[in-house]
């Protein structure tokens, strides 16, 4: 049966309503924590409270919802980074993708909700490949000794819940959010190359202008 204009264009804005909301719900996670609110989510979204409750029952079914996509990129990430021919370059890819992503930022509210049993097992199955990886980068001589999968983790969970993007995203400026995510690029290679064994990839990028942290003072 053939979909009329009209539900296409409905479907067309269900699915921008939900990505809005799903992009706006990390942010305000990551900014509030457990404190956040539907109502602060729907307004980062620009969609009524009314519009976030026909999709979702309340914080925690959006935190669900996170979580399970969050974990889905997890597992693909590693599964690229272990099919890499050198591991300490999949490695590498594999924390920069996953910084930029934004993996850790829901962290601090595992207790809201728990993943379901198959989504469970994938994460399990990616956190041993991981490992794997942190060891064959290791034994290959580009990452460092002493250097754990939990490190990465963590280093991983640290970069990316920086509140800097997100508090110049408040501000409504584009370039200047540009500039934040260049600066965050540079700060992961610097992070990279204390990781290296034997350190020596340039930055990306030119250095961070002065404005990133003077610009969120400014009233």
Known sequence: MAISRQQQARQAEVAR???????????????????????????????GVATLYRRYNGKAALYERLLVLSNQ???????????????????????IESVEYGQGTLAPLGRLTSLPPQMADLAAAADRDFAALVDRARE?????????????????????????????????????????????????????GGLAARPNVDLPGTPPAQR???????T
Do not use: K, M, Y
Not at 18 to 47: H, K, M, P
């Open 73 to 95: 990129q997890w597992s693909a990430a590693v599964h690229t980074a272990a099919d890499h021919s050198d591991p300490w370059q999949g490695l590498q890819n594999l924390v």
């Open 140 to 192: 290959c001589g580009g990452l460092r000794g002493g250097v754990t999968a939990t490190d990465i983790l963590l280093l991983i969970e640290q970069l990316g819940r920086s509140p800097l993007i997100e508090q110049i995203q408040d501000l409504d400026d584009a370039s200047l959010t540009a500039e934040a995510r260049a600066a965050r690029r540079r700060l992961i290679a610097i992070a990279l």
């Open 212 to 218: 990133l942290l003077t610009a969120r003072w400014q």
């Open 17 to 47: 309503n939900d990505q809005a909301l799903l992009e706006a719900a990390r942010r305000v996670f990551a900014r509030d924590g457990a404190n956040a609110s539907v109502n602060a989510i729907a307004e980062v979204a620009g969609v």
